[in-house]
């Protein structure tokens, strides 16, 4: 079946540093990608989607380019802060059929000042 | 921020009891789910719908039924609640379009 996979974390940086989630995924077709983040104690909010291969999501600083080639997926942002520090979930989706996510286990991100 | 809501919020209770969730939304969205999410496994879907009365499952469904008599609920019960049960669960919605999904506030069951 389909799935995601995403790096281990937590993920601990210091503030303005450069960060980069993994995400890989593995599904028989072309689905659209997608970033959510959760922050404590808080639902998820999409952060970035891509819907087809080479698009580039962005938002908030955040970026990730849909690559079929790798099947990947990467969160990369230049320079994090101390309010980045949130849970983040890759997750992908068919547009047909139950429309529903798969989501990968999710990276915990800590950034200290 | 999408009308989603969740109720209740937290609820604790005792192996063996029945137990109901409730999944309001304001937006009158064709798509709901119910998702769980447990450390380790991101999040999982129990069970979905796509319209009124109109219901199926997902992959982790076993021990959970839903109902949908109206467009804007979404009913998850736990039909006799096990320790395996204690999570997080995140009602969402989404239109036929799928542009994206909104996510309520979450429910976090414990089961003892």
């Known amino acids: 079946g389909d799935s995601v996979t995403q790096m281990e974390g937590p993920v601990t940086l210091s503030e303005e540093a450069f960060l980069t989630i993994n995400c890989t995924y593995t599904a028989t077709g072309y689905p659209s990608l997608f970033w959510y983040v959760q922050y404590p104690g808080e639902g998820l909010q999409l952060l970035l989607k891509?819907?087809?291969?080479?698009d580039k999501g962005s938002n908030k600083g955040f970026e990730a380019t849909y690559r079929k080639e790798t099947t990947s997926f990467h969160l990369e942002k230049g320079s994090v802060q101390v309010s980045d520090s949130a849970v983040y979930f890759c997750?992908?989706?068919?547009?047909?059929?139950?429309?529903?996510?798969?989501f990968g286990s999710g990276t915990r991100l800590q950034v200290q000042p | 921020d999408a009308g989603i809501t969740q109720s209740p919020r937290h609820k604790v209770t005792e192996t063996g009891t029945p137990v109901t969730l409730r999944c309001h939304q304001t937006e009158n969205h064709r798509y709901m789910y119910w998702y769980r999410q447990d450390p380790g496994h991101g999040l999982r879907l129990i069970h979905y719908?796509?319209?009124?009365?109109?219901?199926d499952k997902g992959e982790v469904s076993d021990g959970y039924s839903v109902s949908r008599s109206k467009t804007e609920d979404f009913l998850l019960t736990l039909e006799s609640a096990t320790s395996s049960q204690t999570s997080v669960y995140f009602c969402a919605i989404g239109t036929s379009g799928q542009e994206t999904q909104y996510f309520g506030p979450g429910t976090r069951l414990l089961v003892l």
């Open positions: 891509a819907t087809k291969a080479d």
């Open positions: 719908s796509y319209g009124v009365k109109d219901t």
């Open positions: 997750a992908l989706r068919f547009d047909t059929g139950r429309r529903a996510l798969t």
